[in-house]
């Protein structure tokens, strides 16, 4: 079974619409595999696709901004890999955030979620800000304008790529 069939069979009773915005909701996978499930898949609009897969990724941040930090204190507190794997996330990021990212740091932020691969999206970039301590509504911004420039690269790899695909087999003559 593969990524999007486990997701389809997973989420059968929603319906495509919500499975689009709960896919980008996912960390790690985030809508870089919401859009080719919305249009591979389901055969969506790519504007309805991209739409519902920014929503969907958008979502957690304010969750994130405003938990992340006092659900990782309670359950670094009480588990011992709770709090191997906060210290090594945090460090992580602080170690990334140099005198460079810190004068460009908006700019810095929304280019890191742009790119669209794993663990450079919504959710870390939401990570990064908690941890260099940027504004709420100046990481907002920045990450969902990175969101959106992910967005249109990977809707515009996916629409190319399954006209390639018809091309290749066919079925566009």
């Known amino acids: 079974?593969?990524?999007?069939?486990?997701?389809?069979?997973?989420?059968?009773?929603?319906?495509?619409?919500?499975?689009?915005?709960?896919?980008?909701?996912i960390p790690v996978i985030e809508l870089r595999g919401a859009i080719p499930v919305a249009i591979g898949l389901y055969g969506m609009d790519p504007i309805l696709a991209f739409v519902l897969a920014v929503i969907g990724n958008m979502i957690p941040v304010t969750i994130i901004f405003y938990f992340l930090d006092p659900v990782s204190k309670f359950l670094s507190k009480h588990s011992k890999l709770?709090?191997?794997f906060f210290d090594w996330l945090f460090n992580r990021v602080e170690r990334q955030g140099n005198a460079r990212v810190e004068?460009?740091?908006?700019?810095?932020?929304?280019?890191?979620?742009a790119i669209p691969l794993p663990l450079t999206g919504a959710w870390t970039g939401t990570a990064a800000a908690l941890v260099l301590k940027y504004p709420f509504k100046n990481a907002f911004l920045s990450i969902l304008a990175g969101v959106i420039i992910a967005g249109i690269i990977v809707t515009?790899?996916?629409?190319?790529?399954?006209?390639?695909?018809?091309?290749?087999?066919?079925r566009f003559s």
């Open 82 to 84: 709770f709090a191997k």
């Open 1 to 25: 079974m593969d990524f999007a069939s486990f997701f389809v069979d997973l989420f059968q009773w929603l319906p495509p619409w919500l499975v689009v915005i709960v896919i980008s909701a």
């Open 156 to 170: 515009f790899l996916t629409v190319s790529g399954i006209h390639v695909l018809d091309i290749i087999f066919g």
């Open 103 to 113: 004068k460009y740091k908006d700019l810095a932020l929304m280019t890191f979620v």
